[in-house]
């Protein structure tokens, strides 16, 4: 039974391979809409199950008194070869440049409250801020030790500006709040010797979603041309890396199946594209193979793709189940990013599978009939001249 089935989509693939290759763009077209819909997830508690308590009361806790995600910007000293260069970050230049830098993060939507150092200063000098170390010095004797080492650090080369924002687990307003605060920073005329840098919560999940992107983009290159550095060697001719189309198209087909059903980019799915790569090349080769010697045997193109997806596909099937299944045991897992990457990556399997099967004997055929020839002519060509 399952053999006639394989044999008549090695049949329909063998004889119509042009009709296949542009059914399997279509669906690539279709798929490939969906991957801008994919969502970053870099907030902590996305990545915990959402029925523990401390999520349920972290949730609470933003409805009930705004959000919990802080931006922090450390105000430091740092070498200068100006004569002019702070030495204090009591110095009030510093002091007036973080006030602006306070007025100006107040109006960058998701920031609901900022608070530094310099605003109790301003309170205890009755509204102003000190225009005189000393005057600074005289303000801090007022206040309790305890609370003098909560504002400045021991050596006075370091103060902290605190913005509380409502962005909560919203991805794209976390980065836009990024940006935004970083142009601020930028925008503040610091005295020399003085810099600001942004860090927090805020700032953390945002470079860990650049990070994550980068880290995808990294790896799955690096998988594929190792991958079509061994395939090449393994076949001794450029050509063979018409194998790796199946798998071009089921990172596309994973992508948009994550944009579909709303998987999130988080730290375990950004590893997808090399996984898949790393898992589903096996298919191909094995395809690849079997059509190599039903060719050396004799069979014309269309027959060595029969055979080799009548013998050979249930195999391949068997073993994108095996492994899918292995990989769906991850979605019981407690964690959800465990859970979407058993579901991305079972996926990523199955589509290698499925394009393997009825998408690469076309491939194949086209290359054996086609592909081959035309750069044989050229050859033949080249070294006639």
Not at 152 to 170: P, W
Not at 178 to 200: C, D, H
Not at 261 to 289: E, K, N, Q, R, W
Request: charged share 20%; aromatic share 6%; net charge neutral.
């Amino acid at each position: 039974m399952l053999k006639e089935i394989l044999r008549k989509i090695g049949e329909f693939s063998a004889k119509k391979p042009l009709l296949v290759i542009l059914i399997v763009i279509i669906i690539s077209i279709f798929a490939a809409s969906y991957i801008p819909h994919i969502k970053k997830q870099t907030s902590y508690e996305k990545m915990l199950p959402q029925n523990l308590e401390p999520v349920k009361e972290l949730y609470e806790v933003r409805d009930e008194f705004g959000g919990t995600d802080v931006v922090e910007i450390a105000v430091k000293i740092v070498p200068s070869d100006c004569s002019d260069k702070v030495v204090d970050i009591r110095d009030p230049r510093v002091l007036n440049a973080v006030k602006m830098l306070e007025e100006n993060l107040k109006s960058v939507d998701g920031i609901t409250r900022v608070s530094s150092p310099v605003d109790v200063l301003i309170k205890l000098n009755g509204g102003t801020v000190p225009q005189s170390i000393d005057t600074v010095k005289k303000l801090l004797r007022k206040i309790p030790e305890s609370e003098r080492e909560q504002m400045f650090n021991k050596d006075y080369s370091m103060m902290v500006i605190t913005a509380f924002t409502d962005v909560g687990g919203d991805e794209k307003k976390c980065d836009a709040l990024y940006k935004a605060v970083n142009e601020r920073i930028k925008e503040t005329p610091w005295p020399p010797g003085v810099e600001a840098v942004q860090t927090g919560s805020i700032a953390l999940r945002a470079i860990l979603g650049d990070l994550m992107n980068e880290s995808q983009e990294i790896t799955t290159s690096v998988a594929f041309l190792a991958i079509m550095l061994i395939i090449i060697l393994h076949f001794k001719r450029i050509t063979s890396v018409i194998i790796l189309t199946p798998l071009v198209f089921s990172l596309i087909w994973t992508g948009g199946f994550m944009g579909l059903v709303g998987i999130p980019l988080d730290m375990a799915t950004s590893a997808v594209g090399s996984l898949v790569l790393g898992l589903g090349i096996d298919y191909g080769i094995y395809f690849g193979s079997r059509y190599n010697e039903e060719r050396e045997k004799g069979k014309s193109p269309e027959d060595a793709a029969i055979i080799t997806v009548t013998y050979a596909g249930s195999s391949v099937l068997a073993s994108a189940a095996t492994t899918a299944a292995g990989l769906l045991s991850l979605t019981i897992a407690p964690l959800p990013m465990m859970a979407n990457l058993g579901k991305v990556c079972a996926a990523g399997i199955i589509f290698c599978c499925i394009l393997t099967i009825f998408f690469l004997p076309a491939v194949l055929v086209l290359e054996d009939k086609y592909i081959l020839p035309i750069i044989a002519r050229i050859k033949t060509k080249l070294l006639g001249k």
